[in-house]
């Protein structure tokens, strides 16, 4: 049975899981609407609607607030396989409703997950009632801990093979460019995506990386000009391109 939404249960608690985030769409009836409408404005079915929030039947009022979708931003270590039981549905739903043409996902990239409704933004975890909540003393002391809880720490050392490499930045957008890598990322789609475009005889194509002074990302393109110890990395703006210039820096192919 896929997850119910957190809006329409009773009680949240909040449990901190850094980093990951999950926003759902919501919309507001109007006078005037039907689902048959609202699904095809936003590419998604009636069945889905009705599924998502727990309706008994079509019928729909004005000022009714509908989920429509949600958006999971992809995190270290994260494969379609893995989101795909958490959010209980399959990696081929997964495939068609991003447009993916192979299992290849990369960090800061977002998936659209229709037909579940799971709210998960700040990591908001729901339950149906209050019996299992903790009195509102240890609740408040909860989140204060949480809130006081050190970020974590992308400085620290990763494992892996570290090589040295001249680098280079560039965007979706640049002379020239698509947008998709030859892996098949939209970066149009997912200007913040961490994608290195690389030589795969260096670093394998798929294999997830630290580069020195930009953090976690996916080795998911390749470059005519980018032969041996040498990485284009991409960034959401011409600017933070020019910004960058070139650099020598260190990567680390991370262990598995």
Same mark, same amino acid.
């Given at each position: 049975?896929?997850? $119910? ?43 889905? =609607?009705?599924?998502?929030?727990? =309706? ?7 000022? @009714? ?5 949600? %958006? ?22 997964? $495939? #068609? ?6 299992? =290849? ?10 037909? %579940? &409704?799971?709210? @998960?933004?700040?990591?908001?975890? !729901? ?5 299992? @909540?903790?009195?509102?003393? #240890? ?6 801990? %949480? ?20 680098? %280079? ?22 200007? &913040? ?11 394998? =194509? ?10 976690? !990302? ?31 820096? &260190?990567?680390?192919?991370? &262990?598995?």
């Amino acid at each position: 049975m896929r997850k $119910k939404l957190a809006a329409l249960v009773a009680g949240v608690i909040i449990a901190g899981m850094a980093g990951t985030y999950v926003s759902a769409e919501e919309y507001e009836v109007i006078e005037g609407d039907t689902l048959w409408g609202i699904a095809n404005e936003y590419d998604t079915t009636v069945e889905d =609607l009705v599924d998502i929030n727990d =309706l008994k039947s079509t019928t729909i009022h004005p000022k @009714q607030k509908l989920f429509i979708n949600e %958006t999971y931003v992809v995190e270290r270590g994260d494969t379609l396989s893995n989101v795909s039981k958490e959010y209980e549905v399959s990696v081929d739903e997964l $495939k #068609e409703w991003n447009h993916l043409k192979t299992d =290849l996902i990369v960090i800061g990239q977002e998936l659209e997950i229709k037909g %579940t &409704n799971v709210v @998960q933004e700040g990591q908001a975890v !729901a339950t149906t009632s209050n019996e299992n @909540q903790p009195d509102n003393n #240890e609740s408040t002391q909860n989140t204060e801990q %949480t809130s006081e809880s050190p970020e974590p720490n992308n400085q620290e050392n990763p494992e892996g093979k570290t090589i040295t490499v001249s680098a %280079t930045a560039y965007t979706a957008g640049c002379d020239g460019c698509s947008g998709i890598t030859s892996t098949g990322v939209n970066l149009n789609e997912n200007p &913040n995506a961490k994608v290195i475009a690389v030589d795969p005889s260096v670093i394998p =194509l798929g294999s997830e990386v630290y580069v020195e002074g930009y953090g976690y !990302a996916t080795a998911a393109d390749i470059g005519s000009a980018i032969k041996g110890n040498k990485i284009d990395l991409h960034v959401p703006t011409k600017d933070e391109a020019f910004s960058w210039g070139v650099r020598t820096v &260190n990567v680390t192919i991370l &262990n598995k």
